[in-house]
T-cell receptor, first 115, second 114 residues
Framework: GPKVLQIPSHQIIDMGQMVTLNCDPV?????FYWYKQILGQQMEFLVN????????KSKLFKDQFSVERPDGSYFTLKIQPTALEDSAVYFC?????????????FGPGTRLTVL | GDSVTQTEGLVTLTKGLPVMLNCTYQ??????LFWYVQHLNEAPKLLLK?????KRTEHQGFYATLHKSSSSFHLQKSSVQLSDSALYFC?????????????FGIGTLLSVKP
């Protein structure tokens, strides 16, 4: 089936550094998402992105977070600067559309550890 | 606010037995429900989806029926296999909300023993 790839699978950085998480979504999909999962808790929506713009973001999407997908390349989540509470697994997802085609396809996640 | 509740954190069963994983939701929007399955170190994969009231949907031996009257979308299988051991997430998508975010339950870990 359709696959979403995420690079890297693990990232360890020092607090205050910048980190960029990369996502390669399904090729004909139009909507892109980031979710955050802290160990032992449920996956929570961060942001979604369509046609070059953020459509909706949650309160977890702090000012230090940004997303972009320049020229159809990777869909990225950048955190600058990082904080200890940013340690989590970040899942990228994409979907072909809305309405009856709203199912989201997930990547395997990037485990981010902030020291 | 909108939410999804999965009451069982861990379900342990012997191979061949039936299983039901509970999922209830709260929303004022028209709901679209999903079940995702995540095997160890893999991506969550879509298992089932439904927005139609009282219609059973099936895939890979699993089935679920959306009941809007009770706000439920329980996942069932008549005979579990060892390969069904995984984490199962129920998720809610809302018609009428912008951008189609998913609201997840906390997940149920299904462990199938020989």
């Amino acid at each position: 089936g359709p696959k979403v790839l995420q690079i890297p699978s693990h990232q360890i950085i020092d607090m205050g550094q910048m980190v960029t998480l990369n996502c390669d979504p399904v090729s004909n999909h139009l909507y892109f998402y980031w979710y955050k999962q802290i160990l032992g808790q449920q996956m929570e929506f961060l942001v979604n992105f369509y046609n070059g713009k953020v459509m909706e973001k949650s309160k977890l999407f702090k000012d230090q977070f940004s997303v972009e997908r320049p020229d159809g390349s990777y869909f990225t989540l950048k955190i600058q600067p990082t904080a200890l509470e940013d340690s989590a697994v970040y899942f990228c997802a994409s979907s072909p559309g809305l309405g009856g085609r709203r199912e989201q396809y997930f990547g395997p996640g990037t485990r981010l550890t902030v020291l | 606010g909108d939410s999804v509740t999965q009451t069982e954190g861990l379900v342990t069963l012997t191979k061949g037995l039936p299983v039901m994983l509970n999922c209830t939701y709260q929303t004022t929007y028209s709901p679209f429900l999903f079940w995702y399955v995540q095997h160890l170190n893999e991506a969550p994969k879509l298992l089932l989806k439904s927005s139609t009231d009282n219609k059973r949907t099936e895939h890979q031996g699993f089935y679920a029926t959306l009941h809007k009257s009770s706000s439920s979308f329980h996942l069932q299988k008549s005979s579990v296999q060892l390969s069904d051991s995984a984490l199962y997430f129920c998720a809610l998508s809302l018609y009428g909300s912008s951008g189609n975010k998913l609201i997840f339950g906390i997940g149920t870990l299904l462990s199938v023993k020989p």
